[in-house]
């Protein structure tokens, strides 16, 4: 998983500057426990939408993909510390993450949700000011290092806030009465809701947009290194046409039984 990158890319592991997309490898971090966006099974094989978006844009450049298995919160470090060239992960284009990577032109955008047990007085909420004074005092969970954990944080400060190294934790705790709800992108509330563990909860009929707050950015991107602008171009310029032929909303159709895709801006 830690080899050198050994064509497109090796010029600029070694700092000296860019080669050509055709020429190699397109080295892929993502997170692989955070279904149905990315899933990595005990080999190391990695599936989902991004997978599918990565292997959609490693087609389109012409260049083998390999994908990193890497913690969410550690995405942004490994990729300033060049051990991949990219990060494809379901990650949110926002202000505080420009501030450290590049990203591409958003090309996916899923709403936001809290998920409660059935009968209880959060899952009766449908008012969005409503929802977010219930949730003084309550207990809180969240991924940590994500646009939630920081909406959270924004809007529901007198929350106990529960932050998990991956959804399966926080999955857990919910199921087992630790925390009294959870906030995530409705995919992978949907994910928890088809298991056993998620016979007895519901979604919060409060569905959650980026245009609310800028903390969920501006759709989910590519995160690139700031001085690859090369391969910035070279991406945005794939996902644009994989957008615009309907490659990726078949994609997000089969994933999550939605077209998710985001048109170019």
């Not at 592991?13 to 099974?41: C, K, N, R």
């Not at 990695?46 to 994908?67: H, M, P, Q, S």
């Not at 934790?169 to 995530?184: S, W, Y």
Request: proline share 3%; aromatic share 6%; hydrophobic share 45%.
């Amino acid at each position: 998983m830690k080899l050198k990158i050994l064509s497109l890319f090796v010029a600029l592991a070694a700092g000296v500057g860019h080669a050509s997309a055709a020429e190699g490898e397109l080295a892929i971090g993502t997170e692989g426990a955070y279904p149905p966006w990315s899933m990595a099974d005990a080999a190391g094989n990695v599936t989902g939408f991004d997978a599918d978006v990565g292997n959609l844009l490693c087609e389109k450049l012409a260049v083998k993909c390999r994908f990193v298995v890497q913690a969410f919160d550690g995405l942004i470090p490994a990729l300033k510390a060049k051990r991949f060239d990219v990060i494809i992960s379901g990650m949110s284009i926002t202000e505080d993450r420009r501030k450290e990577i590049d990203f591409s032109v958003g090309y996916a955008e899923l709403a936001n949700m809290f998920v409660a047990p059935k009968g209880s007085d959060l899952a009766a909420i449908t008012d969005y000011d409503t929802l977010l004074k219930a949730l003084d005092g309550k207990k809180v969970g969240v991924q940590a290092g994500t646009t939630h954990a920081h909406f959270l944080e924004k809007k529901v400060p007198d929350a106990d806030i529960k932050t998990y190294d991956t959804l399966d934790q926080m999955q857990i705790d919910l199921a087992t009465g630790r925390i009294d709800t959870a906030f995530a992108d409705v995919s992978a509330l949907q994910d928890f809701l088809a298991k056993p563990d998620g016979k007895n909860f519901q979604l919060v009929d409060v569905k959650i947009l980026s245009t609310v707050d800028p903390t969920l950015g501006e759709g989910v991107g590519v995160g690139i290194a700031k001085d690859n602008t090369e391969l910035k171009a070279k991406i945005n310029k794939a996902l644009c046409e994989l957008v615009a032929d309907g490659s990726v909303g078949k994609s997000s159709e089969k994933w999550f039984k939605m077209d998710i895709s985001r048109p170019c801006q």
